[in-house]
């Protein structure tokens, strides 16, 4: 393991997860924001469902980690939403079941630390239309449907609420907009940087308003290594050095709050 410890925020899903970290993606995003406070790791599966998170779950969480994760944030639920098959194989999980298996995911990560916190994230829409223009008929007898998507995430978020967890509702944050499906998915289903961009917003807005002690908000949070060198570069007065740690790079204020970026000192920003 690389030393000195950082907290961890893991990603943790389908195939929206596992290539989140793409250029524009939601998770190199938060992996950028929060550079020098905290190790995002990725557990990201293409083509899981919640039955294929609960057969690994006990090995990418496992009771005897030395370090557990500050934050887990967990998607699941747009293939469990899919057609059923008619060969009964597929990625299909009835409703009632994915609910238990989400559930059982919440209940075994809450069991490691009581001070890990977790989100869930819904499925977003999908655009029916843009899916068959991207892959034919390649979904034939086990498709998927906005409405599908919308009975599965509302049944999360009332999940979420007889549990008491923070859960962001992307079937809903996506369709603010007449042409969402053109700029937030790129092939009907997986995200557009656009659509990223929503994605991150929901989650620092949660992590912004939650009252958890830590607070797990971006700004908030230490930085790494942040005492004054002097290696680092010379102010102009000949007399002291400039700590890169306190400057904030100006592509962050796209996402602070308008409080927040009036606050900032132009004279602590850089890059």
Known sequence: MVGPSRPQFVLFGSSIVQISLNVGGWGSILTDLY??????????YAGWN?????????????HDAGVQPSLVIVYFGGNDAMRPHPSGLGPHVPLHEYIQNMTKIYLHLKSLSENMRIIFLTCPPVDEAMIFQYYGNAFDNQ???????RIYSAALVEMCKQIDCQVINLWTAFQHRDDWGADYLSDGIHLSSEGCKIVV???????????????????????EFSDDSPYYTVCPNGETTMNISHYISRWKIEWMDRDEAEAIDSKSLFM
Request: charge should be neutral; hydrophobic fraction near 40%; glycine fraction near 4%.
């Open 35 to 44: 550079d020098r406070k905290v190790d995002v790791i990725l557990r990201g």
């Open 50 to 62: 919640s039955r294929n998170a609960l057969q690994v779950l006990n090995q990418i969480f496992p």
């Open 143 to 149: 498709e998927r449907t906005n409405e599908g998507c």
């Open 201 to 223: 917003k929901e989650i620092l807005k949660v992590l912004r308003e939650a009252e958890w002690e830590p607070s797990l908000y971006w700004i908030k949070m230490a930085d």
